[in-house]
Every structure is written in C-alpha cells, then in structure tokens.
C-alpha cells in the first residue's frame, strides 16, 4: 500500500474506533492487587503498580512474551504530573472490566516518557502520522515485535474497550491486514526520522538570522506577549535567541516582545505568585490560567532566561523571579545529595490546581483588614477570577512598586497558610538531563548582583544583610556552590568508569542508560562551572563526556548524534533528535558544546562539526519555522555576528570576571585563571601581582588591558 494512502486509511481505522462514549463501569480496582510494576523506581509507574492491568515495564521480557502468546502490545506512555494520564488511569486503568479486557487480549506496557524519552519520541512519531497530533497520556498497540499499528491520546473507557476489542478482532481474523499496516507505518517513522545528508558548503549571513526573526514575528502577540495562540507555553531557548538577536543587531522589535513576554509571564497566573516557579504552561492566551503541573526543566531554563534578561536590563522583575524560583527549587525540589526532582503533578485531592487556588473568603480571612483593597488591587482579583469561584493570584498590569514590600508580607502569610494544605504528588526521581540543565540554571543566577534589584525599589527582593556584594560570596556565589553540589552529585552517582552516565536515580539507584541528552547538558552545565569557577577539572570532564558521545552516539555522515547508543539494542527506527521544543534538542546542544570546545582546546575539528551540523538542518525550515530552531539559531548568531574570547590572567581575575557578568554580552567565551595555565587561551598570559584581560577574535587578540571598562570598549 503507498504510504500515503496508508496515511489515509489509518486515520479512517483510528476515526471508526474511537466510537461515542457510553456510561462507565464502576467496578474498581482492588488496592491489594499490584503487577509487576511494584518492583520500578518512576513515581509514574509505581501510580500503575496497584491498576488490575498486568502492566509491565519496558524492555525484551515484554516482547519476548507477546512473541510467545502471539499478542498485540499495548504500549501506553505518561508521566507523573500528567493530568489526564491521571484521569484514564482512573476511568480506565483501575476498571476491573477494562482490565480484562487488555489482560486477556494483550500483554501490557507502561512507560514513564521522561524515564524513556526515546520510546515516546518513536511512538509519537507513529501516532502524529496517523491522527495530525498528539500528547498525554499517549497509547500506542504494536505488533509482538514492537511495530505499531493503531495508537491515539486519551480515550473514555467505553471508547477504549471498544477500540480495543476492534483490533484484537482485525488481528484474530485479518493478521495480514494489520501486518501491512505495521510496515507501512513503521517505514513512515523510519522517513521521519531521517536527516538527509547536505554536501554544500556552509553558508550563513546575518540576513538569515534577520529572515528567521521576520518570519517569525508575524506569530507574535504583540498584547499579552508570547504566541498569538493558546494554550501558550513558556519556551526559553525561543526568547533566548530573541533577546541575543536583538541585541546583536539592534532590533527593538525583538527586544520589545522578550521584555513584554517575560513580564506578562511573571505577572501571570502560570507563574507561582506565592511560592515562585512557573507552571508547564498556560491554557489561555493570558498567561492566566495555568496547567498547574511545575517541571523541573522549564523552571531550570527559566532561571537562565530571566538572569541573562536582568544582564541585559537590571529589570527588578528578572532578578526577583529568578530568586523565588530558586527558593521554590530548593524547598520543594532538592533531595539530600544536591539533586533536584523532576516534577509537582497539577492534581491534588482528585482536583487540578486544587493547591495554588484560592476564594475570595480564604483571601479575606489571611490578609489584614485594613490591606485587603491594596491586596485586591495587586493581585486584580478581579480578573484573576477563574473556575467555580476560585481565585488564581496575578499580578496587576498596573505598576505598584509601593506596594511592593506589602506583597512580600502577604505571600508570607499565604504561603504559610498553603503549607497546611494536601500537597500535589512529587515525582522524587532525579534525571541527568533536567539536572545538568539546572546546573546551568544556578551558574546563570550566581552571574546577577543581588542588589541591583533593591536599587530599582523593589524591596522585597532580599539578599543576605551581611553580604555588601556577590564580589564577595554573596548571593551568587550561594548559587554557584548548589551548583558545583548538584554537579558532585551527577559525577558521584551518574557517571560511570567507562565515562558513559546513567539518565535516572531514585532513592540512591542509579537506572536506565544515558541518552544523547543527558551527555549534551551535562557537557553544556559543566563547560558554563569551568568558565564561572576557572576550574579546569570542570573543562577535562566535559571533553571526556564529548569523546565518549562522539565514540557511542554519532552519525558520521551528518556529524549528528541519536538519541541511543549506537551499541544499545536499537528501537524500531534511530532517532535523530533536531527540532528545538521546550527542551532544546540535544543535537542543537551538541552543536554549541563543540563550537565552545573547539575554542576553549583550540580544536579545529570540534569547530568544524559545529558548523556541519548546523549545515544538516533545512535552512527553510529554519527560516520558516524560527521557533522550532531557536538554540539553533544562537550558534547561528555566534557564526554570523562578531564573537570574542575573553582571557583573563592574574591574581584578581574572579573579581574581574564578575564586574563583566554585570553586563550581557551574549557573543563572548570566558576563560580566567588566578594561576599560570596551560590551556590555549591561556598560555603564557599569567604575570604575577598583575591581572590582564584579553579581548580575542579569531584568534588574534588585542593588547592586554588591565581594567574592565577597557576591556568592555574592545568588545562592544
């Protein structure tokens, strides 16, 4: 059958399953009933351990006896903090009925996506190409061998059974049906995930960074910031590529809609009013009604975004967001070694939002009389109104510095209050790569003074009385040392001896193999701790981590890496990972650590390869597509606009290095050293009881200066 015509027929198969929903069964689950999905570490799982379906986990066991009873697979991916995958389970999962059913006809998958990101890409992939969309929970049934062949999102139970029995009917009666069905598809994942190889030579101008930026702001919401869609979501390398473009070339344009973005998100009720931290996104085009689940990731590159904005502007706001949210991280997403957790579910007592919500009642009985109208005004209760006259907290459009100091009081109160509430499930288990990206996180905050927020008037932005300066292990240098923690952590427990890293730990258990992201964020986190601390240990282990990805997880012929190990039983197609989403992709990543590794070790190639996987991605899909390629297009921006290395040599080069954080300069590689060094850029630069600063372009560098508004002229 042409693929195309497969495509065809399996959204009729897909349209003429999911029939009308019907009432649902109540027969529930018995609690003492577990599978074998007891015996994992993912908190999503373990929800599932108790389900009457004899769920189990990924891997050849499952396969292996589908194979030897001849039965279809369901596969059904989700994670922690998913709320609808929470609703199936319940509907659905915990049905005895339902249960029967998928027991009888079918051996049983669970799978946590954030524990195997390269099975849901797959099995996305193959439900997108038959429905034109996709999401969570995601249910997938394949043939014993893993193909798929039917799949969509969340199903009403009736839907599900009927869907169900309709396919065990096919496959009993028609096997050779559903068998063309299962190539057909698969050859289309296979296609999907091909790059083909582009043998031109590399060009690229600043006209394409102006061509991407053009493009892309007829998207923009010129309003309420963001895109002009709902539901919005926070997606930091897109403003991060915004904010380096705008200020390379001097587009206001640019720079006016991250400004307008980042404060309608911190003023709005995706952001946590009370506790800091972001929701995953907004439902709305408002930034008002948030789904209420906090991820680890977009809060850590949240950090990141808001510190080097606050480089650039020394905007109160940025400062004050990037504190709280720290604050929230280490008070409800640490664990005792440094880790941090990957996730709070949306739900809590059965309800979404159910914790962060508030009525006016509760409001009124918390704040003091004499407060409320201030309070009121704010927080424009008015427009924060949302479902069953519940309360979301978001800021006033108004500007109301005065009260300021008022509002710090108030969420004191409230987040006391809170406290005594039934907490939203954590998800406890600690990923390498949402980790490495809130190493990055903490380094970008340890950049930014604390006390420039108080200069803007916002006083209930606070940092330690005793600390007259970061210069002087302040509140940034707090920062870095939770980073260097996290990352003593990552080594002692993620790393192995053979250099490959582990992607899961739990409760001291280090699980699951390390997949091309982990390796790409951990390269980035530890190459931004060797420039904040100077120290090359720091350096050494991230060229070790790029050897071992190129040696186990590149495509020689693209210069790309996949997802897996080359030497991992491979999944039904290699996965080539290139589109830019919430999380960068790891190959965009892996481009912007060899062009930094190729300058900091003076090594050509690994700056050859970052300019040869750029050339792999379709410039006009870049082009028509900014979004989807924004970490792309900041090593666009380093190739395309003036770029330094900055060395600098002597015994105050810390200090030195911190007086230049105060300003952003996004299109500058760092290196200092307080010691005479013999790494490239360093070499032969140490002079003792001086300090020097050398401001390089393509490897020719100016005369050293000695301060850093010298310093500051050679590079702007």
Not at 12 to 28: D, E, F, P
Not at 160 to 187: G, R
Not at 371 to 383: R, S, T
Request: charged share 25%.
């Amino acid at each position: 059958m042409p693929y195309k015509t497969f495509l065809f027929a399996a959204g009729i198969l897909i349209t003429l399953l999911c029939t009308s929903c019907n009432a649902q069964n109540k027969n529930k689950v018995d609690k003492e009933h577990t599978n074998a999905l007891i015996n994992e570490t993912s908190p999503y799982l373990l929800q599932h351990a108790s389900n009457p379906v004899n769920w189990l986990p990924w891997g050849d066991a499952a396969f292996e006896l589908a194979k030897s009873e001849n039965k279809l697979v369901i596969v059904s991916i989700g994670y922690s903090a998913c709320h609808w995958c929470h609703v199936m389970e319940h509907q659905t999962f915990e049905d005895s009925t339902a249960a029967a059913l998928m027991n009888e006809h079918f051996i049983c998958i669970k799978v946590d996506r954030e524990e195997r990101p390269d099975v849901d890409q797959i099995y996305m992939t193959a439900v997108q190409l038959m429905t034109r969309s996709g999401g969570w929970p995601l249910n997938v049934v394949t043939l014993p061998d893993a193909r798929p062949v039917w799949g969509g999102t969340y199903f009403p139970k009736e839907n599900w059974m009927s869907a169900l029995q309709q396919i065990y009917d096919v496959y009993k009666n028609d096997p050779d049906k559903m068998l063309a069905y299962a190539e057909n598809l698969t050859e289309g994942v296979r296609q999907s995930e091909l790059v083909q190889v582009n043998t031109a030579m590399a060009d690229f101008s600043k006209s394409d960074a102006s061509a991407i930026f053009n493009g892309w702001k007829e998207s923009f919401d010129n309003t309420e910031g963001g895109p002009n869609r709902a539901p919005k979501f926070p997606i930091p390398n897109n403003y991060e590529f915004l904010l380096q473009y705008g200020h390379l070339s001097g587009d206001v344009a640019a720079l006016n809609h991250t400004r307008l973005t980042l404060k309608k998100m911190a003023y709005g009720g995706i952001y946590d009013q009370v506790g800091g931290g972001f929701a995953r996104y907004s439902t709305d085009a408002l930034w008002k009604a948030p789904h209420f689940e906090k991820m680890l990731y977009d809060n850590a590159q949240l950090v990141s975004l808001y510190s080097k904005a606050f480089q650039k502007y020394e905007d109160p706001l940025y400062a004050k967001t990037v504190i709280e949210t720290i604050e929230w991280l280490d008070r409800e997403m640490t664990g005792p070694d440094g880790e941090y957790y990957s996730a709070l579910d949306a739900d809590s007592e059965g309800e979404e939002g159910k914790f962060y919500v508030w009525t006016k009642e509760e409001l009124q009985s918390i704040i003091p009389k004499g407060e409320w109208e201030d309070f009121a005004k704010y927080y424009d209760l008015k427009k924060g109104l949302w479902e069953h006259d519940n309360i979301i907290l978001l800021r006033s459009d108004s500007e109301l510095p005065d009260l300021a100091s008022k509002a710090a009081k108030w969420n004191k109160l409230l987040l006391e209050k809170r406290s005594e509430r039934i907490r939203p499930g954590l998800d406890d288990k600690s990923l390498t790569s949402w980790n490495a990206l809130m190493i990055t996180g903490l380094v970008d905050a340890s950049r930014i003074t604390p006390q420039a927020p108080l200069k803007g008037g916002d006083q209930s932005v606070k940092s330690p009385a005793s600390v007259a300066s970061p210069l002087e292990g302040g509140l940034g240098g707090d920062y870095l040392s939770r980073a260097k923690k996290t990352a003593n952590w990552l080594l002692k427990n993620q790393s192995r001896k053979d250099g490959s890293l582990y992607h899961s730990y739990k409760k001291g258990k280090s699980t699951i193999d390390g997949l091309i992201e982990d390796y790409a964020f951990s390269i980035q986190a530890f190459l931004q701790l060797f420039e904040a601390t100077g120290e090359e240990k720091y350096l050494t282990q991230a060229a070790d981590w790029m050897e071992y990805a190129k040696a186990n997880f590149e495509d020689t012929a693209t210069g790309l890496f996949y997802m897996r190990s080359l030497n991992s039983k491979q999944l039904i197609a290699k996965s080539l990972e290139t589109v830019d989403n919430v999380i960068p992709s790891s190959n965009s990543t892996m481009a912007k650590n060899l062009f930094m590794l190729g300058h900091y070790l003076d090594k050509e190639t690994y700056h050859e390869q970052a300019i040869h996987m750029l050339n792999q991605v379709s410039k006009e899909r870049m082009l028509s597509y900014g979004e989807s390629y924004s970490n792309w297009g900041q090593l666009l921006l380093r190739l395309t606009y003036p770029h330094y290395e900055v060395a600098i040599a002597g015994k105050d080069a810390n200090a030195k290095y911190l007086q230049l954080q105060q300003n952003y300069l996004p299109n500058v590689i760092w290196i200092k050293s307080e010691k005479d060094s013999k790494l490239p850029l360093l070499e032969n630069r140490y002079v003792s009881g001086v300090t020097k600063i050398y401001v390089c372009q393509d490897k020719v560098c100016q005369l050293p200066v000695e301060s850093t508004e010298e310093a500051l002229k050679l590079i702007k």
